[in-house]
């Protein structure tokens, strides 16, 4: 900060938008709603046909609408903080724009003694 304008910011910085201005001062999200790392988020609603919505929340409906995306990759596209990401998801979510398919539980998948096998068993045909 320089003393001569008081700004503590510089031109480069790009416009300035606080982070509980975009989630309306919200830490969690909406519900009881958990957003996983690896949380898969599916677009329901065309974003051409997605009501008014902030510019944060439309992008990250855009991200979503042509595939399923992990909360994780959404955040890094949209250069947003995990936090603010999973309050506007749950927003999205309480809106019924998107729909989320949680990860699978390390224990419900396969063993990795049998993909092994059936990999070393493709591997010889």
């Not at 309306?24 to 009881?32: C, H, I, T």
């Not at 990860?103 to 396969?110: S, Y």
Request: net charge neutral; glycine share 8%.
């Amino acid at each position: 900060m320089s003393d001569d304008d008081g700004r503590w910011y510089d031109d480069d910085a790009g416009p300035l938008v606080r982070l509980y201005a975009m989630t309306s001062g919200r830490a969690r999200p909406a519900g009881a709603e958990q957003f996983d790392l690896m949380t898969l988020v599916h677009g329901c609603v065309p974003p051409d046909r997605a009501p008014l919505l902030s510019p944060e929340e439309a992008q990250l409906h855009r991200l979503c609408g042509a595939r399923p995306r992990p909360v994780a990759d959404m955040a890094s596209e949209a250069g947003l903080p995990l936090a603010v990401v999973r309050v506007l998801l749950g927003n999205l979510l309480h809106a019924g724009l998107i729909r989320v398919t949680p990860p699978v539980p390390p224990a419900q998948l396969p063993d990795s003694r049998i993909l092994k096998r059936v990999i070393d068993g493709l591997r010889a045909l």
